[in-house]
């Protein structure tokens, strides 16, 4: 059973830096897409990035590219999101989720196979 738990979540003032975590278990993650989700109160769950475990390719929502950064340790089974020059828009909860087809195209719809609880993030002005 997959089980993907995220921390990190937190207040930060404009401008400042956030790292998420996602703990991944439950199966080899070698082969799957790892993604971080976000999703404002009142709005759609929206993709920010995403990460070909097994070769390390990362893809990013327009909004983030530049400022976030994802990645994989392979040793800890663990999913980073680094977050800088955040902005009050980022405000929002992070889902972390997981997927073993690798298929961009469902992203953009939120669809990937197993997610997380969630973290929230608040970004001050």
């Known amino acids: 059973q997959v089980q993907l738990v995220e921390s990190g979540g937190g207040l930060v003032q404009a401008g400042g830096s956030l790292r998420l975590s996602c703990a991944a278990s439950g199966r080899t993650f070698s082969s799957y897409a790892m993604g971080w989700f976000r999703q404002a109160l009142g709005k759609e769950r929206e993709f920010v990035a995403a990460?070909?475990?097994?070769?390390?390719?990362?893809y990013y929502a327009d909004s983030v590219k530049g400022r976030f950064t994802i990645s994989r340790d392979d040793a800890e089974n663990t999913v980073y999101l680094q977050m800088n020059s955040l902005k009050p828009e980022d405000t929002a909860v992070y889902y972390c989720?997981?997927?073993?087809?690798?298929?961009?195209?469902?992203?953009?719809?939120?669809?990937?196979?197993?997610w997380g609880k969630g973290t929230l993030v608040t970004v001050s002005s």
């Open positions: 990460i070909r475990w097994s070769v390390g390719t990362t």
């Open positions: 989720a997981a997927d073993p087809v690798f298929r961009p195209s469902a992203w953009h719809g939120g669809r990937m196979d197993y």
